[in-house]
């Protein structure tokens, strides 16, 4: 005798005024991938790619309704129709019985007979049942809806584009029973604020449009699972930054594109398909228009001051993610929490800067080890404090030390000797508000774009940057922004000072030296400010996951990883800590 476990049905609770109901499309998404319908449901999560595009080409011919179906009475009933094959297109229908929406692709009625017909791109499957599981549970559920309007239902049909077959799929009981079930599982998972795990190495996985948001292997990497992450699948950057600072120059908004009028370079004309992002440095003027197509595309727009200066950012509604959002409050009111979360990232910034001396040293090396050997402690008293206002006086001190040493790793210009203490680019400590010489004034600006970048970054990803859990909120700082950035200041900021003095990239007459402090000249920002955005483009390996992502795109995932903590799929947050 064998004991088979019994299964039990739970069915989902009465649809009430208030509870959306579900997309027949989405209850697909929950068969082929149930964290996919829940991301892109739930979380609002979306992102285009080549088979999306495809996709709505295909829909393009279905989706312009015609004439209505006729009322059933009215379609079974006229004989002047019989023999007679009516056609409606994009025919929207709705249940609370069943919780469901859908608008159909295409209704045929005849002799009072109704077949709905769901266009598909790609080429007919070779399988027992004509489709595969997810795309006949969606004709079926268009069944069901057509049936519940009064509707005499036989059969349903998919039209493959590619291989332009139409596929007959039968309602049979057994795929009936699975619609509903599918419905029901899908409408618990959301009630219950439930995320499904990701799949375990699935093939669907590479290619699924959401697989840079969902980061399926790398959530179960982190969660202890044996297998190695696969790389991202994303496209190159081909939309890059717009960063204007030519003083006085104006943008306006020219058909598909951006016009820039600058009294210095004449006029320039960007596509808007190509614009990830804009920054606007100083008096620089843009156009309502310009900025409405600009907010319609989600691509913000930061301001900057003069000397580069974050002040802030416009976009577009943004991210809808309002689940990922509650769970940062909640966490950003737990001291324990953002105490836990602090020092870990306290720990990682200052192993960062250990890298930083380690990799770029050029002073003596007695003074490189006495250096490492302070900073290694103080990542430990950062793992062991005890109070925020502790591990603010370990991060002081690892600064400290850091800026201290900082003057090591600059290069002497030609025919000078010494660990980089010499003019124009002498430097003790670090200053700011205002920098007092041309070093201080290039990491201000730097951390500036910093943050403008992981700014941009959490806010594409649903989280609030203005809410953090190590630095104290105040009205427009952007806390998590600087909470994310400690690990990475030395590692892209410090590092681009550094790449620009020691190659001569920017040099001692890019400076401005007055009373009030020290600024980059326009043509000295314009170079720093294109180095900068060249260290984003390089490629690094991740050392967490192995594969290589450019670290612009590093920002992201990271910001991603960060919502997955916060969501409670990993038990810590990884930092990115290079060898």
Known sequence: MTDAQLEFHLPAPPVSGEVPLIPARMVNEFVYCPRLAYLMWTQGEWAETGDTVEGHRVHACVDRPNAPLPAPPALAGDEATAGDKIVSRS???????????????????????????????GKRPHVAQGAYEPERIQICLQALLLEEHGYRVEEGAIYYAESRERVRIALDEPLRMAARTA???????VLQSRIPPPLKDSPKCPRCALVSVCLPDEVRALSGSSLAPRAIAVPPDEALPLIVQSQHARIGKDGETLKITDDERGEIQVRLIDISDVALFGNVSITTPALAALLEREIPVTFHSHSGWFR????????????????????????????????????????????ILRRNWRGPPEERQAALDRLAAARKAADGAASLSQLLGVEGDAASVYFRAFAGLLKPPEGTHGGGEWAPFR??????RPPTDPINAMLSLAYAMLTRHLTIALASVGLDPYRGFYHAPRYGRPALALDLMEPFRAIIADSVVLSVVNTGEVGPNDFVVAVIGTALTQAGRRRFVEAFERRLSQETTHPVFGYQVSMRRMLLVQA?????????????YPHFLPR
């Open 312 to 355: 802030g950012v416009a976009h577009g509604i943004g991210h809808r993610n309002v689940e990922v959002r509650t769970a940062q409050y909640r966490m950003s009111f737990d001291a324990a929490a953002c105490l836990g979360f602090a020092k870990d990232l306290v720990a990682a910034k200052i192993a960062n800067q250990r890298t």
């Open 427 to 432: 430097f003790e400590a670090r200053n700011r």
């Open 183 to 189: 419905v029901s599982e899908l409408r618990l998972t």
């Open 91 to 121: 025919l929207t229908l709705a249940s609370m019985t069943l919780g469901v929406i859908a608008t159909l692709d295409i209704v045929e009625a005849e002799d009072g007979i109704v077949t709905p017909i769901d266009y598909k791109r």
């Open 560 to 572: 991603r990883l960060l919502s997955r903590f916060l969501l409670g799929e990993l038990p810590r």
